[in-house]
């Protein structure tokens, strides 16, 4: 692997790890509204499926060795018994799927692909994983956890729409930065 997509992966964490320093909004769920979903399309988009699997990956494990990274400076082995858990555990199949698809999508404009990109993998993806999670550690049925995560749908949306003007943006400047538009 070149030099330069080993720092283009652990830049990725690190964004990751920095929209964790974002204050989260406690929410009566136990789940924090967050900005490390954003961090998590964008590497899909920005990466491409395997380096942005690789990103967060990397920051799963950097995560689970007990930085504490995750909004609210959560870290350690503790944060894959909590309600979050599986929205943790689903941040690298995350980031691959939106990249996959954005790649797939890459014939189509720049900020229809990046979009569909991020809300296949950065919502359905990992609603998938949240849900199960959280009904797996809450002891909720999946219909109850899914009424649960539904509250955070307009804001996840908001971030698939960031991560597309973002990669947008980025691409005008520096084309070849965008890697799901390259291959």
């Known amino acids: 692997m070149k030099d330069q997509a080993l720092v283009q992966i652990a830049l990725y964490a690190a964004l990751v790890a920095a929209l964790g320093l974002i204050p989260p909004v406690p929410f009566v769920t136990g789940i924090p ?4 979903t954003l961090g998590v399309m964008l590497a899909g988009v920005m990466l491409g499926p395997w380096r942005g699997l690789l990103s967060m990956l990397l920051f799963v494990f950097v995560v689970a060795l007990g930085a504490p990274l995750l909004s609210g400076g959560r870290g350690g082995l503790g944060v894959f018994v909590g309600p979050t858990a599986g929205f943790f555990i689903g941040f690298p199949v995350a980031a691959l799927v939106t990249g996959w698809v954005a790649q797939l999508l890459k014939r189509q404009p720049l900020l229809l692909a990046t979009g569909v990109g991020a809300f296949t993998g950065g ?5 998938l994983f949240g849900i199960a999670g959280f009904a ?8 109850r956890s899914m009424q649960v995560m539904s509250v955070y749908l ?7 729409v960031l ?7 980025v691409h005008r400047g520096l084309p ?3 890697a799901t538009r390259q291959a």
């Not at 919502?123 to 609603?127: A, D, G, K, P, S």
């Not at 307009?154 to 698939?160: I, M, N």
């Open 33 to 36: 509204i967050t900005a490390q």
């Open 123 to 127: 919502i359905l993806v990992l609603y």
């Open 136 to 143: 797996l550690v809450t002891g909720n049925d999946l219909l």
């Open 154 to 160: 307009p804001g996840d949306c908001v971030k698939v």
């Open 163 to 169: 991560t597309a003007i973002v990669a947008q943006a």
């Open 176 to 178: 070849r930065a965008v």
